[in-house]
């Protein structure tokens, strides 16, 4: 039977109280040796009852019972009772009661102990004990010994870094979980800290430069330099690639302080073999250690740290919120694949585009919705960001276009000339076979030619790599359009308007909004109108959402407008009986 002790107290300079064993359960690795090592003993000197409790590098105890009517409880008592120091155990005349034959304490690397192994028998044996070893007390000492290196193999293999010989992160929640049951600890008052030397990319660029060798070089020194500003008694642990943890009991002020001393003692570089001078970026974060977040206390170290290094702060407190924000993220991405394959989560509603000469329905922008079975509805400016750059991404894209296809095939049926606007992702044309893929599914659809309007944003089309090059090409001999979606957001470039492959450019709607409170505003919009058109692209204007900016959008000379003034997006069947009456194909 198993029962956890209290992992502060548990040395041999200062022994256990025995708990209740409703403490949380013991660390596993640790359980199946003490296990282990009390059912060999049994078996080796013929005992009746073995109590073996062990400190390190989690607080258990194991006791293999063969006495009727004695509680392992009672067996417990005796041991520690046995113990230098150990309280004394008054027993009641009828209590049943087990006699202590040998103890041995497990001797630890540091000589304070890992523990004790103690042999007993009924009160009144029978016979002599039996078995291959029976009383000596230099053969218990001896497997005292064993124990004691299968507790440093322990270590070794699941609570060290092999690295550094720090903890590792095993070890770094174990004795958050000690710590919190200290006794007489004030509350509130635990502290977590993480330092993270360097950014994550810059690991990855500096083995490719200077060779991993080098790279774990620099991370022992980093370990070294960090042991080296540590107040005395505040334990280091290795927490990832260059981050490192640590505990504190004391005051947030403290804390601060600790941190700050640390990064500051990287802002001088590291020299590594003469050869390599790393100069250092540290940041840190803290944040108070509670019962019920243990299980999440690496993840919130890990957001203290994003947060300190994305805010330019040296040390920044653990923000709530932001680890809630990230871990809803975390399963946002985790929940997309099954999205794809349900049929009940993801759909698509339109927003239609209106013809500026004549007021008619000439197109349909297609819009991904998402409704989660817990989350809810989650906006695609969350979840789309998340997967852009990841290998959902083509799966994604691929549903749209699928979907949307598929309904502009059934839509041009009865409406032709019904064209249909579809956002892609700059990773989507870097693809290798996308455009075959795309004229794939239009003949599928029979979805006819200069119909489908793929939009990318300008960013991803200025980029002038072959592989996008190739697939704009490609689709544009397809008979597919592109549009350059949010023009003006930011990377917008006039010159080179007349070398991109689109026909079309959407104005950025957080520009044509502006119009209202910036006359400036206006102007450029009028002169990005006119120069498009003049190099023979047609021009779209998004958020439009007054009847001023519908006003101005025909001032301006543009071809087609959309924005909630026009109409907001639309399920499917409200859309399709919009078009039946807002619908009208003619060339202009």
């Given at each position: 039977m198993l029962f956890p002790l209290d992992p502060d107290?548990?040395?041999?300079?200062?022994?256990?109280?025995?708990?209740?064993?409703?403490?949380?359960?013991?660390?596993?690795?640790?359980?199946?040796?003490?296990?282990?090592?009390?059912?060999?003993?049994?078996?080796?000197?013929?005992?009746?009852?073995?109590?073996?409790?062990?400190?390190?590098?989690?607080?258990?105890?194991?006791?293999?019972?063969?006495?009727a009517g004695i509680a392992d409880e009672a067996l417990c008592r005796q041991a520690q009772a046995a113990l230098p120091g150990g309280p004394a155990v008054q027993w009641q005349a009828h209590a049943p009661a087990a006699r202590l034959r040998l103890s041995a304490p497990i001797p630890g690397a540091d000589g304070t102990g890992w523990g004790s192994l103690h042999l007993f028998d009924a009160d009144a044996p029978a016979a002599p004990a039996a078995g291959p070893l029976a009383d000596t007390q230099a053969a218990l000492d001896r497997l005292a010994a064993h124990i004691a290196?299968?507790?440093?193999?322990?270590?070794?293999?699941?609570?060290?870094?092999?690295?550094?010989?720090?903890?590792?992160?095993?070890?770094?929640?174990?004795?958050?979980?000690?710590?919190?049951?200290?006794?007489?600890?004030?509350?509130?008052?635990?502290?977590?800290?993480?330092?993270?030397?360097?950014?994550?990319?810059?690991?990855?660029?500096?083995?490719?430069?200077?060779?991993?060798?080098?790279?774990?070089?620099?991370?022992?020194?980093m370990s070294e330099r960090l042991l080296s500003t540590l107040p005395a008694g505040v334990r280091l642990y290795r927490l990832g690639l260059v981050r490192f943890g640590l505990f504190r009991d004391d005051t947030l002020e403290h804390m601060h302080?600790?941190?700050?001393?640390?990064?500051?003692?990287?802002?001088?570089?590291?020299?590594?073999?003469?050869?390599?001078?790393?100069?250092?970026?540290?940041?840190?974060?803290?944040?108070?250690?509670?019962?019920?977040?243990?299980?999440?206390?690496?993840?919130?170290?890990?957001?203290?740290?994003?947060?300190?290094?994305?805010?330019?702060?040296?040390?920044?407190?653990?923000?709530?919120?932001?680890?809630?924000?990230?871990?809803?993220?975390?399963?946002?991405?985790?929940?997309?694949?099954?999205?794809?394959?349900?049929?009940q989560q993801l759909r698509l509603v339109y927003q239609p585009r209106e013809r500026t000469a004549d007021g008619n329905w000439i197109a349909v922008e297609a819009l991904l919705r998402w409704t989660h079975p817990t989350l809810g509805d989650i906006p695609p400016g969350e979840f789309i960001p998340l997967v852009e750059h990841t290998a959902l991404m083509p799966l994604l894209t691929d549903w749209v276009l699928g979907t949307g296809l598929r309904q502009l095939g059934v839509w041009q049926r009865e409406l032709p000339g019904l064209k249909m606007s579809i956002n892609i992702s700059a990773s989507d044309l870097k693809r290798p076979g996308f455009d075959r893929r795309v004229r794939r599914l239009m003949d599928e659809h029979g979805i006819q030619a200069r119909s489908l309007e793929l939009e990318v944003t300008e960013g991803a089309i200025v980029r002038t790599e072959r592989a996008v090059l190739e697939t704009l090409g490609g689709l544009s001999r397809h008979g597919v359009e592109i549009a350059i979606d949010d023009f003006g957001a930011g990377y917008s470039n006039l010159t080179q308007l007349s070398e991109l492959r689109v026909d079309v450019?959407?104005?950025?709607?957080?520009?044509?909004?502006?119009?209202?409170?910036?006359?400036?505003?206006?102007?450029?919009?009028?002169?990005?109108?006119?120069?498009?058109?003049?190099?023979?692209?047609?021009?779209v204007v998004e958020g439009v959402e007054t009847a001023e900016l519908k006003a101005l959008s025909a001032h301006w000379g543009t071809d087609e407008m959309q924005g909630y003034y026009i109409a907001r997006p639309m399920e499917l069947a409200a859309m399709s009986a919009a078009l039946a009456t807002r619908h009208a194909w003619a060339p202009v």
């Open positions: 107290t548990a040395t041999m300079r200062s022994q256990p109280v025995f708990p209740a064993p409703t403490r949380p359960a013991a660390d596993p690795h640790a359980a199946a040796l003490a296990e282990t090592a009390a059912m060999l003993a049994a078996d080796l000197f013929g005992a009746d009852a073995v109590v073996l409790m062990l400190h390190s590098p989690t607080a258990v105890t194991h006791v293999y019972n063969g006495l290196s299968g507790v440093r193999t322990l270590h070794a293999k699941h609570y060290e870094d092999h690295l550094t010989g720090l903890g590792n992160r095993h070890r770094f929640i174990l004795d958050a979980r000690a710590a919190m049951q200290r006794p007489g600890r004030s509350p509130g008052r635990l502290w977590a800290g993480i330092i993270e030397v360097l950014p994550l990319e810059d690991i990855s660029r500096l083995v490719i430069s200077a060779g991993l060798h080098r790279v774990e070089q620099a991370i022992s020194m302080g600790c941190l700050s001393d640390c990064v500051a003692r990287f802002d001088t570089p590291l020299h590594v073999d003469d050869v390599m001078q790393l100069d250092l970026c540290a940041v840190a974060g803290m944040i108070p250690v509670e019962h019920g977040e243990l299980e999440d206390l690496i993840a919130a170290l890990y957001s203290t740290s994003v947060a300190a290094r994305s805010q330019g702060r040296p040390v920044t407190v653990y923000n709530r919120q932001v680890l809630r924000t990230q871990q809803r993220h975390g399963m946002i991405v985790s929940s997309l694949r099954a999205a794809i394959a349900s049929p450019i959407k104005i950025d709607n957080r520009l044509v909004r502006a119009v209202a409170a910036n006359p400036r505003a206006a102007t450029i919009v009028q002169s990005v109108v006119d120069l498009a058109k003049r190099l023979g692209h047609r021009v």
